[in-house]
């Protein structure tokens, strides 16, 4: 994996990025089960139709809810992953160099998607690298026009991911989005990226249910100094904030 230097890594991607002219991203991570709170609402809707009329049995429909309410909580980091990139996306172009801090994401649905709608939202352009995988993925529509990738080896797409990022936000996701996390985590801490990443783990209810990073440092497999390798965050305003003090005193 790379870190801070003047050269590119030699493939057929990198002469695409220099293209663009993309100099740096930041990078969303999340769910690609997630989707927006429209959707999920409308779905909730049909299923109470359902339910009134007598189409679910009680047992049944009891499961079903749960589920749906889960979804809909989700659903708001969907909603907050387009806010933030697009408040990114808007700042971004206010900068001297309007064309740094683009943004990037895995190119699919949930998260991902949200990501560049965001910054579709906020006027800008946004990448989306996409990965060859079984039932999933198509590029999301959001991903602007010759901006999406596509690669088949996850340690390549993981390349670029890194290589340009000056910062990433993980939402809650799923084994591909432990797997990123957990990626640049050791990469920071074993300072095999040698640039300033700054990371942002954002939905405290989720990641504190599915990690504890202090039983890490309680059974002594991380030092304490490793749980400010990463700033957690709730809000989008709060994580914007922080991102962009990050990002300007960072070389």
Aim: charged fraction near 25%.
């Amino acid at each position: 994996m790379p870190g801070h230097c003047a050269s590119w890594p030699s493939s057929s991607s990198h002469s695409r990025f220099r293209r663009l002219r993309v100099r740096d991203t930041i990078v969303f991570f999340g769910s690609s089960r997630a989707e927006s709170v429209k959707r999920t609402r409308a779905e909730l809707r049909t299923f109470e139709a359902e339910v009134k009329k007598g189409a679910i049995p009680p047992k049944e429909a009891a499961a079903e809810r749960e589920r749906l309410d889960t979804r809909l909580k989700l659903a708001r980091y969907y909603e907050d992953a387009a806010t933030l990139a697009k408040l990114l996306t808007r700042w971004a172009h206010t900068l001297d160099d309007n064309n740094r801090f683009t943004i990037v994401s895995g190119g699919g649905p949930g998260i991902m998607e949200a990501a560049n709608l965001g910054a579709a939202r906020g006027g800008g352009k946004s990448i989306g690298l996409n990965i060859s995988i079984p039932n999933e993925q198509e590029p999301n529509p959001y991903i602007s026009d010759g901006y999406s990738f596509e690669f088949h080896y996850f340690f390549m797409r993981k390349l670029w991911f890194v290589f340009l990022a000056r910062a990433m936000v993980i939402f809650p996701g799923g084994f591909g989005t432990m797997d990123e996390l957990m990626e640049v985590l050791t990469l920071v801490q074993t300072e095999k990226v040698t640039k300033k990443i700054a990371i942002v783990l954002y939905g405290t209810e989720y990641w504190d249910e599915v990690l504890d990073f202090d039983a890490m440092v309680r059974w002594g497999t991380i030092p304490p100094a490793d749980l400010a390798l990463f700033h957690r965050s709730d809000s989008t305003e709060e994580a914007f904030t922080y991102l962009k003090g990050q990002l300007l005193t960072s070389p």
